[in-house]
């Protein structure tokens, strides 16, 4: 038999999970090539549908520094019928360790996207297979009056994983002129507001470089959140945000989403009647959910986008959670999971909103906070060295 992969080789290797991948590495030279191609990761990305939910708890403990260690952990749970049973948990490497001020960014084609918000940086981890690479992001000259968020995905067409940068015209900033003849030459009042079309650039994982985007831009009234992650799906990812133009100045809550493929931006209009909303993942459509400030009880609503094209939104249903509790993500099935408070100790459960039955994860912390994300195993990043820092600005 010959050591080079035919096509039915290569078909049986495509549809094999990433940890025996990486043992057949070891067979032969011409294995060790092929399955580190980027044409066989991308080909071995499109055949994966076993879905995984990473918890993230951070340490928040009293007498930590941003400057120091922290003891983040990582546990990743198949979420299949075996669900919760099936549990790993990922030591960290120290790259991550060592984010000042880290913020996920979003996951997606296998890869978390975290950025370290003291230095314009953000690292590509892909947990599977303990890779890391580095991307120095464009720098925001001027942090007082410029916001910047960035979004992470997968092109569709290509697969290949993309990093969104937008700088944008903060209103929030407080201005100070000291030339109150050229504001009044100009007719505008000493704290008027100037609105500035965005800036949007993209870096592409396998060019390994920052352009502009060739798509359209955000209307100049548009304010991205700054302070929630957005959501990566599908090629697309959404942010939170709200239109300075609106009726009675009130400000208009929307999502802006961004496809990774035809870099085109569009608005999506939220629901009626949600209040501090929050978005996640579900399957490969975007759910949000929040209180309904018009229910006579304290509830939420959860929606969910049905229709790529149109992105309008249906209901899947209503809960009432316990006070306090906050919800972190959505297993596949559809059922939210939520971080419960009791005293001191934090605790994951999952809760089914027709049974109304809750099922316990068995993850307690004290002093810490959750997050959960979807994500599934690949080889992206493979052929990469680690640890390499992509700076072409």
Known sequence: ??????????????????????????????????INSSDFIIKHSRTQSHHHLLVKDRDDAPGHGWREIRDDTYVSIVDDDTFPKQKVFWRVPLYVKMLECPKVIGTSHGLMCLRDRKRDLVFLWNI????????????NENKYIYG?????????????????????HDDNYDYDYDDDDDLD?????????YHFPPEVEVFTLSTGAWRSSYGNLPRESIRFCTYDTGVAIDGLY??????????????????IS????????????????????????LGESLVVFGPNKHAIDFCYDVWMIGDRVQQSFTRLFTFTPKEDALVRGFRKSGEPIINVPEGYENELVVYDPYSKHVNDLGIERSHCSFEVYNYMETLFLLDKPNFMVYNDI
């Open 258 to 281: 961004f496809d990774m493929a035809s870099e085109e931006f569009r608005e999506v209009t939220l629901p009626l009647g949600l209040s501090l909303v929050s978005m996640s993942k």
């Open 185 to 193: 030459q100009m007719g505008k009042d000493k704290k008027s507001v």
């Open 238 to 255: 959404y942010w939170l945000a709200t239109d300075t133009i609106s009726v009675d100045d009130n400000n208009r809550n929307i999502i």
């Open 1 to 34: 038999m010959s050591c080079v992969p035919d096509e039915i080789h290569q078909e049986i290797m495509k549809r094999l999970p990433v940890k025996s991948l990486i043992r057949f590495r070891s067979v032969s030279k011409p294995w060790k090539s092929h």
């Open 148 to 168: 910047t968020v960035l979004g992470f995905g997968g092109c569709r067409e290509t697969n290949d994983p993309k990093i969104v940068n937008i700088t944008f």
């Open 128 to 139: 599977s297979i303990r890779k890391v690479v580095g991307v120095v992001v464009p720098p």
